[in-house]
């Protein structure tokens, strides 16, 4: 079967792989569509995981059962999350596997034509829906900007969403908050990104290194700041903007995965009432909802910009690497 591969220096090719073999408990999964993710490219720049590929996100068909999976998964059609946990402990009983209490495992390696993962991983996907919102409902692709949404404290108080950074994830953020009709300011340094927020749904853009966009998003809310800030870059500079375009009351929400940041806690969020909140990839339970969001009209399959043959995976990547697309999907 065939597989994407990274090769010593970085360089990505699609190689012949063995079948994997389903173990007991698991399924056997012919991927359909694999997404790619942003946190794939600081893998395969710095040349970790040779001879395999980081691919976390995809759907797919069931073709055979490893020993003891019930009859009724055979040719079921499901998205599969990278995460599993040990199934037993309080947060796995309610489907919350990033919180396991054991040890939770990780299922990488899908951009390929055969992968086997446990049921546990598998979500049925609803008749009618294509393989590409199969890959976004059951990964980070709409999987993260609905977990952080979940993490507003006042829902119904939100009228104003700032987003630094419009990678993948940023964007996926932009769609989802202008669905649920908040007003939605982008930020981020990329023309081609800026244009792919307003064409999902942002009411304003900012290119940050030709406007201070703080003093912009102040300008946008009256003065007062905008009520939620989304950073979604992974850098201290973005934190910082974030906490300073936040309104008195509001909450910053932390997405991209950071070194260490300077705060100092008096002045940028005690005084403030500010609430700063992390958020990691979503829960498994979260997808049923998802599938209901995608179901009352959110057009998620707008976050995929490009799309290629597993084949040409390598080109795929060289494109998204270059910041130029939105979510990258690849056909096997
Ligand atoms: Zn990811
Ligand atoms: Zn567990």
């Not at 446990?118 to 999987?143: E, H, I, N, R, Y």
């Not at 406007?211 to 939620?228: Q, R």
């Not at 100092?264 to 500010?274: K, T, V, W």
């Not at 997808?287 to 995929?304: D, H, R, Y």
């Amino acid at each position: 079967m065939k597989k994407l591969m990274l090769l010593e220096g970085g360089k990505l090719t699609v190689g012949d792989a063995p079948m994997p073999e389903p173990g007991p408990g698991e399924v056997l999964v012919k991927m359909a569509s694999t997404v790619v993710c942003g946190s794939e490219l600081k893998g395969y720049k710095s040349g970790g995981g040779v001879g395999n590929n980081s691919g976390h996100e995809g759907a797919g068909q069931i073709a055979k059962l490893g020993e003891g999976v019930d009859a009724s998964w055979l040719g079921k059609r499901v998205g599969v999350s990278a995460i599993t946990g040990c199934g037993t402990c309080p947060p796995c009983l309610e489907k919350r596997y990033t919180w396991c209490r054991n040890k939770f495992r990780f299922h990488g390696a899908m951009h390929a034509e055969y992968i086997a993962v446990p049921t546990t991983a598998c979500a049925p996907l609803p008749d009618g829906m294509s393989w590409d919102c199969g890959a976004l409902v059951s990964g980070d692709g709409l999987g993260v900007p609905f977990h952080t949404n979940t993490k507003i404290i006042a829902p119904d108080t939100v009228k104003t969403v700032a987003v630094f950074g419009l990678g993948p994830i940023g964007l996926g953020s932009v769609l989802l908050q202008s669905f649920l009709g908040r007003k939605v300011i982008g930020v981020d340094l990329s023309p081609d990104r800026l244009a792919m927020a307003k064409s999902m749904g942002a009411a304003e853009v900012i290119k940050g290194d030709e406007a201070d966009a703080v003093a912009v998003i102040k300008e946008l809310t009256g003065g007062i700041g905008a009520d939620i800030c989304i950073e979604a870059v992974g850098v201290p500079k973005t934190v910082e903007q974030c906490l300073a375009a936040v309104k008195t009351g509001g909450q910053v929400l932390l997405d991209g995965e950071q070194p260490e940041v300077k705060i100092s806690p008096s002045n940028q969020l005690i005084r403030r009432d500010i609430t700063m909140t992390g958020c990691w990839f979503y829960h498994f339970c979260e997808i049923e909802p998802m599938i209901g969001l995608v179901k009352q009209g959110l057009p998620v399959e707008k976050l995929i910009t490009h799309t290629f043959p597993g084949g040409e995976a390598p080109e795929g990547f060289r494109l998204f690497g270059e910041g130029k697309t939105g979510k990258v999907a690849l056909h096997w």
